[in-house]
């Protein structure tokens, strides 16, 4: 299918992964909700299919009423700024059965056939409840193939030269101290479709602003650096799920000299889009399955930028199997191009006796 075909659906997942700002357990179910009655609204729900990461039982529970209105509440202000962004509101407020119905849909597992939207609604859990990095992420998989990929990134800097700043520590400066009013811009979206060689990026929309595209839409490219002593390594802040020992040891071998690029959630695949870093590799723990939300929309914008995405053995991954990234061999690799993806993969098939995994 010829990529211009994704036109209106890439259109309304860029705008409606902009609409959000909630606290996080309210956000996770908020976004979700958002989400699945965008989409509905404009697809029908009959047609759309939405992978996604929380389920509705527990809201749903006579003990959560309060954690439900709640939900409903931020749903609807979210609601209320869609036409903001170029997208139509409901016609009445949504009551609490509309708001769990719309969760509930977000019940499909995927799988090899059809078009199914995946969903992570706050990648990034402790980023965002420590006011750092975290995103909002959505893919459309078509016959097993992810076709588009939008990561709402509301903490990163337009420009790369903030990018070592935490975002609290930029509120905190005199403003006096800064070159110009826009010299921050905080918060981004990008976005690719499959086919495309093309990757975006916008600025998020702040207060009483309206969506108006392109709105400031620019191309973004992976790095050219191909020598490992002058890369950036990506590593995730929290070292649950991930064998970060192997990683490091890996590092050193492959001969990454740099100092690391530490940021939370499916934001290291942001950064290696555009450029601010090189490399990003995850090898899970022993017995932990890597979730297809957690990687669908980066992988796409990645490659769209011009980067290579595989497992640790160089093969594509997988995302036709349902929910998880089956078949996965050892781990992730993701890079700027082909000549350090060639030498970490090798370097990992000539380390990897020697690991502990």
Not at 172 to 185: G, R, T
Request: hydrophobic content about 40%; some cysteine; proline content about 4%.
């Amino acid at each position: 299918m010829e990529a211009d075909n994704y036109s209106k659906e890439l259109d309304v997942a860029v705008r409606v992964a902009k609409d959000d700002d909630s606290p996080v357990t309210v956000a996770d179910w908020s976004v979700q909700a958002t989400v699945s009655w965008i989409l509905s609204e404009y697809f029908g729900s009959q047609n759309v299919s939405i992978v996604a990461e929380e389920d509705v039982e527990t809201l749903s529970d006579a003990d959560s009423a309060g954690l439900l209105d709640v939900v409903v509440s931020t749903v609807n202000k979210c609601l209320a700024e869609a036409p903001k962004f170029g997208l139509k509101k409901p016609d009445n407020t949504l009551e609490n059965f509309q708001v769990l119905d719309a969760i509930s849909c977000c019940n499909s597992r995927g799988g090899p056939v059809g078009r199914h939207w995946v969903l992570d609604p706050v990648d990034g859990t402790l980023g965002f409840v420590r006011g750092d990095q975290y995103a909002v992420a959505l893919a459309l998989i078509e016959d097993g193939q992810v076709v588009i990929g939008v990561l709402g990134c509301p903490n990163y800097p337009m420009r790369k030269e903030w990018l070592n700043y935490h975002h609290q520590h930029y509120r905190a400066m005199s403003k006096s101290l800064l070159p110009s009013p826009h010299s921050w811009e905080e918060g981004c979206v990008m976005y690719a479709r499959r086919g495309t060689g093309e990757a975006w990026m916008q600025p998020l929309i702040h207060g009483d602003e309206k969506l108006e595209w392109p709105n400031f839409a620019k191309l973004i490219q992976v790095s050219s650096v191909d020598d490992p002593a002058q890369a950036t390594f990506c590593e995730p802040v929290e070292r649950a799920n991930s064998n970060q020992s192997f990683t490091e040891g890996l590092a050193q071998s492959v001969g990454l000299r740099k100092q690391p690029l530490r940021v939370y959630s499916m934001v290291k695949y942001a950064a290696i889009a555009r450029g601010d870093a090189e490399i990003y590799m995850k090898f899970a723990r022993a017995g932990y399955k890597e979730k297809i939300w957690d990687h669908a929309a980066g992988v796409l914008i990645v490659q769209e930028a011009g980067g290579v995405v595989t497992d640790a053995g160089g093969r594509p991954l997988d995302f036709s199997k349902g929910v998880y990234l089956e078949g996965l061999d050892r781990g992730i690799v993701a890079c700027c191009g082909a000549p350090l993806h060639d030498k970490i993969v090798g370097s990992i098939f000539a380390s990897w006796d020697s690991s502990n995994l």
